[in-house]
């Protein structure tokens, strides 16, 4: 079922999907949902269907963020400068989640579409204080306190991608981190 579930997403119904971003856009930007859109997709980061899970609904908006201006000086050429963002929005998206529900940990995340403006994506948290997770052999390291604020240390799958810690080479300069490849003097 799965597999045509995901054949499905690969071409959706742009009607349908477009009447679906509407009714997101109009609404809160992280918003508590009772079912995953991508059922396929939520199950193969960990979604399961019981206690002590719960799916967001994320919108973020698109585009680059914009440098503080001075505004009590001549106009020059840099006023009016992107900034690019180091992290994914798929991460940001996560944090943002993260700080809405303090109680739940971010387990994964999937995106759910784009239009002009904004991203959409579904964030898997996890509640580290239910029994039913606690029993759960598959879940039951998220318990442990070392696992807290995941998203916000850059612990997920989109935060590791982000930071290009996917693939393992001492010519990266990203790894450890920035701060340490310059600290080292290399």
Do not use: C
């Not at 477009?18 to 193969?44: F, H």
């Not at 979604?47 to 908006?61: H, L, N, P």
């Amino acid at each position: 079922m799965y597999h045509y579930l995901a054949k499905a997403w690969k071409k959706p119904d742009k009607a349908m999907l477009r009447k679906k971003m509407i009714e997101w856009r109009k609404g809160n930007r992280i918003t508590k949902v009772d079912k995953p859109l991508r059922l396929d997709k939520a199950r193969a980061l960990g979604y399961k269907a019981k206690k002590g899970f719960v799916v967001a609904r994320v919108v973020i908006e698109r585009g680059g963020r914009k440098r503080t201006r001075i505004n009590k000086k001549r106009r020059t050429k840099r006023q009016n400068v992107k900034k690019v963002l180091k992290m994914n929005y798929r991460w940001i998206a996560e944090q943002r989640a993260g700080k809405k529900f303090k109680n739940l940990e971010v387990l994964n995340s999937y995106n759910i579409g784009k239009d002009g403006k904004y991203y959409f994506f579904e964030v898997i948290l996890v509640d580290p204080n239910k029994p039913e997770i606690k029993k759960d052999k598959n879940f039951k390291w998220i318990t442990n306190p070392k696992n807290k604020k995941r998203a916000e240390r850059g612990l997920t799958s989109a935060a590791k991608k982000s930071r290009g810690l996917r693939k393992k080479s001492k010519n990266l300069k990203v790894r450890p981190s920035l701060r340490a490849w310059h600290r080292k003097g290399k």
